[in-house]
């Protein structure tokens, strides 16, 4: 969260956060975000989030709030995009490596740096984008793993 803090700082937007520990709760986190003038909805990596991206549509789709996402899941549940990390190059490329470190070369793990993904998933609902009035630009369709 601390990045995606940043990020919206450098981008001069200023992020306001509602926590849930279970899905009922969904909706009214909804509600409580776009009654404070939420113009979009980010959904985190929490399965309880992603995985019931459809219970915020009821209230997200009138208002013309788009969800985007973390986790590809959402997308076809209705969030209108998602930058994620595909598992297996992060397990080849960050995950194995860092192991071999651990356990061949006896690398204290505490001393690793913290691997990041440098080129993520763009993963797209171009029908729930059309839906909303969201024009996606071809840079980013070309550049999408996945369309729906």
Do not use: W
Not at 119 to 127: A, G, M, R
């Amino acid at each position: 969260m601390r990045e995606t803090r940043d990020e919206c700082a450098n981008a001069g937007i200023e992020p306001y956060f509602a926590l849930v520990t279970r899905e009922e709760e969904l909706p009214a986190a909804a509600r409580d975000l776009i009654a404070h003038g939420a113009e979009m909805i980010v959904l985190t990596s929490s399965g309880i989030v992603y995985n019931n991206a459809a219970l915020l549509l009821p209230i997200t789709d009138p208002a013309k709030v788009p969800l985007f996402s973390f986790n590809s899941k959402a997308v076809p549940l209705g969030a209108v995009g998602s930058l994620a990390s595909d598992y297996r190059v992060m397990i080849d490329t960050l995950l194995l490596p860092m192991v071999i470190r651990v356990l061949k070369e006896g690398t204290d793990p505490g001393t690793l740096p913290v691997a990041r993904v440098s080129d993520p998933f763009i993963i797209v609902n171009k029908s729930k984008a059309s839906q909303l009035g969201i024009e996606i630009p071809p840079k980013i369709l070309s550049k999408s793993a996945a369309a729906y």
